[in-house]
């Protein structure tokens, strides 16, 4: 017996033989569950399989105890593979090793959200390989375009239908000027806002909206902008149809009125994005069926704003410069704008109904 087996490293659960393997590395598998539970319903017994050595050193502490931690190398896991002798194997996100194992098994294979790495390489023809970016399908061999199935998203918000909010920026948009709007703003978010319109506006002269989420902070949040000394207009206060062409930042202070907003601007930096500090979930959905450009900020822990950005369906930016640079790029370019909303759009309306589709496919397969 191996030292590894001694201490139960390549030891099989008993549960996990002959089971449905879910394999993928730790972040894939945090958001696994609803497609294990589904799975285990239409198919049997079914467990998750993490492949991530950074999990495996952490795995007493931080790792649910329906995971199995498979061994790292390449040899010590297509043997274990061999001896599980799985139903099937759904292969989750980018893995690296995913030839190696399609020759360790004669079962089934499915790869879920295979990345376009993959797509035109050679993984092997009984891979059943899905894809959650329209743009892949196109490439060569078959897949099938399920959408992501670890967003959960059966649904997609509607968008605001106040479109008569935007007519109030008419002088600004006559004076050629942009509108760039930081939404949903949580806490440490705000100063960045403020650092990037600074220098945004040295290159362009534009108007900052700001919408902070949680409305227990718009009075201190306006309070504590005031001391960088520029003309805002608070939208419940204004008392004229048009935002004056000297205003500097518009505030906005309800949750009806920051939906209908993101129709109005020429970027979109979504909030919860840019700090640690910020506890609410972003949205990126509102904003791309509004047809606005979004940037997302160095926060991508949220399953939505990582699948995003896996598909450029947003602009990423991981500090302040980059942020700059992203929305300048967006006001300067009409093209990269409507080429980078359709795009999102496309791939935010493929995401809908994505788990049951991959369950389907998965279940009914010959």
């Given at each position: 017996m191996s030292l590894l087996s001694m201490f139960g490293l390549n030891k099989i659960p008993e549960d996990a033989r002959g089971a449905t393997l879910l394999i993928g590395d730790a972040d894939a598998l945090a958001w696994a569950e609803p497609l294990r539970a589904r799975l285990d319903e239409r198919v049997g017994r079914?467990?998750?399989?993490?492949?991530?050595?950074?999990?495996?050193?952490?795995?007493?502490t931080t790792q649910p105890p329906t995971t199995w931690m498979l061994p790292h190398s390449i040899g010590a896991l297509t043997r274990t593979?061999?001896?599980?002798?799985?139903?099937?194997?759904?292969?989750?996100?980018?893995?690296e090793a995913a030839a190696a194992l399609a020759k360790a098994v004669t079962c089934p294979i499915f790869w879920v959200n295979t990345p376009a790495s993959a797509i035109g390489g050679v993984t092997g023809e009984d891979i059943v390989r899905m894809v959650a970016d329209p743009e892949l399908c196109g490439a060569a061999g078959s897949v099938h375009l399920t959408g992501d199935p670890l967003l959960g998203i059966d649904a997609l918000p509607t968008p605001a239908t106040d479109h008569a909010i935007c007519e109030r920026f008419r002088d600004h948009r006559q004076g050629g000027r942009w509108i760039g709007y930081f939404a949903a703003t949580g806490a440490g978010e705000e100063r960045l806002a403020y650092g990037t319109f600074f220098k945004l506006t040295r290159r362009k002269m534009g108007l900052l909206v700001l919408a902070p989420f949680d409305p227990a902070?718009?009075?201190?949040?306006?309070?504590?902008?005031?001391?960088?000394?520029?003309?805002?207009?608070?939208h419940n206060r204004l008392s004229t149809s048009y935002v004056p062409i000297k205003s500097r930042v518009y505030y906005v202070e309800d949750p009806n009125t920051l939906e209908a907003m993101y129709r109005c601007a020429d970027f979109v930096v979504a909030g919860a994005t840019l700090s640690a500090e910020a506890a609410h979930a972003p949205d990126l959905l509102s904003p791309i069926l509004a047809g606005a450009p979004v940037i997302i900020g160095p926060e991508?822990?949220?399953?939505?704003?990582?699948?995003?950005?896996?598909?450029?369906?947003?602009?990423?930016?991981?500090?302040?410069?980059?942020?700059?640079?992203?929305?300048?790029?967006?006001?300067?370019?009409?093209?990269?704008?409507t080429e980078l909303t359709a795009r999102a759009r496309a791939w935010a309306e493929a995401q809908v109904?994505?788990?049951?589709?991959?369950?389907?496919?998965?279940?009914e397969a010959p």
């Open positions: 079914t467990r998750l399989a993490c492949l991530d050595s950074r999990a495996r050193d952490q795995a007493t593979l061999r001896r599980a002798a799985p139903a099937r194997l759904v292969l989750l996100g980018d893995i902070r718009y009075e201190p949040v306006y309070r504590e902008a005031i001391k960088y000394h520029l003309p805002t207009n608070r991508r822990r949220d399953p939505v704003v990582a699948a995003a950005a896996r598909a450029n369906a947003v602009v990423p930016a991981d500090d302040e410069d980059e942020l700059v640079e992203a929305a300048y790029r967006l006001v300067a370019d009409e093209a990269l704008r109904g994505a788990l049951s589709r991959v369950v389907a496919l998965i279940a």
